[in-house]
Structure formats: structure tokens, C-alpha cells
């Protein structure tokens, strides 16, 4: 993925770069859906109770690894808009470190009018799959400064 090279805040600035082309919501949901169709595959043997993101109303399960202080985050959703918005979730955070992940303040979902044109059910789905990846890092943290 070529998000996992760079910052959160180039990450961020390339979906805000996709979205600025795109001139309707209907445009705009389609890239959504779009992104979702290319996200990878969650295994089966991840799609486990314990990885669901309560808060959403669609399921979605979301499980994150941890290799040499980097956390790896994949996703998968039975709503395919949700989908897409996982996806663009990981473009951003997968492959940081725990303190990137907890201190991004993820501004893209703002800049691309996010959270104004989502409905309810889905803009707390979307921040409650931001709580729980940066849960995923603050455990991780934990775990390393305890060892």
C-alpha cells in the first residue's frame, strides 16, 4: 500500500488530493465504495467477536499486529461504503507507530466533508473505528513500555 512510506500527513493530503477531483457526493460515494472493493481481504480467522468495533451499525471487524514497534491494521465490513471508509483509515494509519497513531488528528475527514455529509449512524461508525484503532495503539504502547 502506498500509503505505508510516508507520514499520516501526506497520507492525508493524497485522499484530500483524490476528493478535491471529485465534484458531487455522488462522485464521492462511488470512490468510497471504490476503495472498499480494493481493500484487501480480511481473513476469516480474524473476523472473531472480539475484533468487531462496537459503535457501528454495520459489522465491521478490524484487527490490528504489531511487528518491530509498527502496527498494522486490516479491516473488512459486511456494508460496502463502510468498507471504503476502513480503507481510507488504514491508507492513514496502518504502518505507524503507536504515538503517531494515538496523536493523529486525522483532519481529512473534516477537509473532505466527512462528517457533514455521513449520516449519523455512519459518522459514529467512523469515529468509533478511530476510537478503536487508536485503542489498538495505546495497548500496544502499554505492552512495550511494560516489558
Partial sequence: MSGLNN????????IIEAFSFLETWDEKYEYIIELGKRLP??????????NIVRGCQSTVWLWAREEDGIIYFEADSDAIIVKGLVSMLI?????RRAEDIISAQLSFIDKIGMTSHLAQTRSNGLLA??????HYAIAYQLKHTKQ
Fill in 7 to 14: 507520514s499520516i500527513n501526506e497520507a492525508e493530503a493524497e
Fill in 41 to 50: 481481504v480480511l481473513e476469516d480467522k480474524h473476523k472473531l467477536e472480539e
Fill in 129 to 134: 473505528m478511530v476510537k478503536q484503532m487508536k
Fill in 91 to 95: 491508507k492513514v494509519l496502518s504502518g
